[in-house]
Nanobody
Framework: QVHLVESGGGLVQAGVSLRLSCAAS????????MGWFRQAPRKEREPIAS????????YYADSVKGRFAISRDNAKNMMYLQMNSLQPEDTAVYYC?????????????????WGQGTQVTVSS
């Protein structure tokens, strides 16, 4: 069992940056691919970034490509999401997730463990 806790969300103005963190416990994440997802009000949860077990391969949704960067530190059992040039449309609850495979996936249904989420609100 992997327990995930997100942190780093908040209320910010458009154009600024935030870094989200995801702390894992229970097991080492070295054998798990991981991902970041978000869910805005009245919308489905959507994948925004994922990373394979080593960090050598990443995926980004078109909506965040070039602005967001996913990374991980297996030694610390941590994953991060650097978010730059935030826009009001980035407002959502952000979730981290882990899947019991080493290869990344952009599919929500491929993930086995989820955090509780952290709110990111971007004002214009």
């Amino acid at each position: 069992q992997v327990h995930l806790v997100e942190s780093g969300g908040g209320l910010v103005q458009a154009g600024v940056s935030l870094r989200l963190s995801c702390a894992a416990s229970g097991r080492t994440i070295i054998n798990y691919a991981m991902g970041w997802f978000r869910q805005a009000p009245r919308k489905e949860r959507e994948p925004i970034a994922s990373i394979n077990w080593s960090g050598s391969s990443t995926y980004y949704a078109d909506s965040v490509k070039g602005r967001f960067a996913i990374s991980r530190d297996n030694a610390k059992n941590m994953m991060y999401l650097q978010m730059n040039s935030l826009q009001p449309e980035d407002t959502a609850v952000y979730y981290c997730a882990a899947r019991r495979f080493t290869g990344l996936s952009p599919k929500t249904s491929d993930y086995d463990y989820w955090g509780q989420g952290t709110q990111v609100t971007v004002s214009s």
